[in-house]
């Protein structure tokens, strides 16, 4: 055995790891760290993307920077839970969101009391004239069954009486 080697060896035994090592171990320890926030803000509902949401070229409908933020934390809720095209009532607006492509399509058509198309709905609220914003995670989260829901039931309504 080389004299190198034997050195290695007698540094290894004693518990003394080369750098390498230790540097490894703290980035896997930091890495940890961020992932454990990361799951804390999963269960808290405040898990962000900061993807934007943007209306299609062809949605034909007008939304605020304060509007498209709201849209985009929505869409993030929305995706986590599986939704790919979704139902969105935001200040008396009914709108059609493609969850994938973040994108306002345009304002929802109800054709014989039927909004086809669509496998979530998400209540955003009425902020109209209000000053604050709402709590992240605000909302209805899809459920189950189109039944099952209130506020998809009642986002419904308001489309038939339009």
């Not at 849209?71 to 969850?99: C, M, N, Y």
């Not at 306002?104 to 014989?112: F, I, L, M, S």
């Amino acid at each position: 055995m080389t004299t190198g080697a034997a050195q290695l060896l007698r540094l290894l035994g004693s518990g003394v790891q080369p750098a390498a090592h230790s540097a490894a171990k703290a980035a896997a320890t930091a890495g940890q760290a961020s992932f454990a926030d990361l799951l804390r803000q999963a269960r808290e509902g405040t898990l962000t993307s900061n993807r934007p949401v943007t209306p299609g070229p062809d949605a034909g409908v007008n939304l605020s920077d304060d509007q498209l933020a709201r849209l985009s934390l929505a869409a993030d809720k929305l995706e986590s839970a599986g939704v790919r095209t979704a139902l969105v009532s935001i200040d008396g607006q009914k709108l059609i969101l493609d969850v994938q492509q973040r994108q306002v399509t345009g304002a929802a058509k109800c054709e014989d009391g039927v909004i086809s198309g669509v496998d979530g709905a998400i209540d955003l609220g009425d902020l109209r004239g209000a000053a604050q914003t709402p709590a992240p995670g605000a909302g209805t989260a899809p459920s189950a069954g189109p039944t099952d829901s209130a506020s998809l039931m009642k986002l419904l309504a308001e489309l038939r009486a339009a």
